[in-house]
């Protein structure tokens, strides 16, 4: 029997662990065929920046040249409207009545799966193939086990994990105008920019203005994985780019230069940006957003009593990808695991370091620390 995988996304843009998540599944399953199917409309993302299908196809195309057995199928942005999932498995058993088809998915989509249109009619035309990625914090088994009583489904998984590349990254990083290398492929960064895709606004711009290339690098982890947090620390996706995008703006600015900023004496250094970063925000960009600016004014030292919003850009500051302080895999984990605890496991730890290190603590850091430490944090 021909079997056939069906790798659905939005694809935008399509980036490196993409195609190489195909070709594993194409070599794992032996498959004689991928149909690859960019979506016109998710249901899962509506509301997000999405190109429109031309572009994402043909970045599609060019990202798939050399691997054979993929097919960019438009089906779905031809049909218009909201795509559902069992609605493409119909039509390519339709199309194919005696293959064998495989639907390849993000393990962490498994949650959902039972709020999804018809899960049943999926599960009897199709073998669900999971996929998995590294720092979602997200154990499948019991789901995995859950989805497999419930729908009578057959699921498989094959051994691709996924890691740091995202579309989101993409687009961040394409907006703070930062290569793409490692996460998209040269020839679709070439085309996003000849076709001038993701173009950053004017935030985006004043801020690549204001920091280095290595910290906008820094700034794009903190918005991905504030945007990773955003769900379990209960904070708006808007609301968490935009202060990831703003927290470090001053870091590179001489606060002499900035007549209208006071900051009382004896502040250490390392935390006048936060300050600083915090006028700039409201005086130049003219953002009102009392929680963004609070966001950034206190993201380096916390404080008691913090918004959902300043612990998000807090902790994404602290534990982006790119941070290799010892331990800081362990606070990774714990955040991950449930934000909460996680966010008072790591402000007693990192006030723990900073007083051993025999640097000046800022009392903002010590208040924030014995505050989450009656709370939350159990020694
Ligand atoms: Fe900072
Ligand atoms: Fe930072």
Redesign the pocket.
Known sequence: MVKIGIFGGTFNPVQLEHVEMVKVAIKELNLDKMVVVPTFVSPHKQGEEVVNGKYRVDMLKLAFEGVNQVEISSYELEKGGVSYTYETILYFKNLYPNAELFYLMGSDMLENFPTWKNPEIITKNANLVLTSRLGGGFDDNALTLAVKNLYNANVLKISFVGKMASSTLARTLRKLSLPLTNVCDEKVYNYILKNNLYAPDSVYEFVTKMLTEKRRYHTAMVIATALKLCKSAGVDKKKAELAALL??VA?YQNAELYPEFFVEKGVPSSVI??FL?AHIVKTILKITDVDIVNAVKY??TGRPNMSNLEKLIFIA?LIEPTRNFTGVEKLREAVFNNFESGFAISVNELYKYLKNSGETVYHLTKDCAEFYKGENYDK
């Open positions: 927290h470090d870091k940006h936060q970063g993201h380096t500051d």
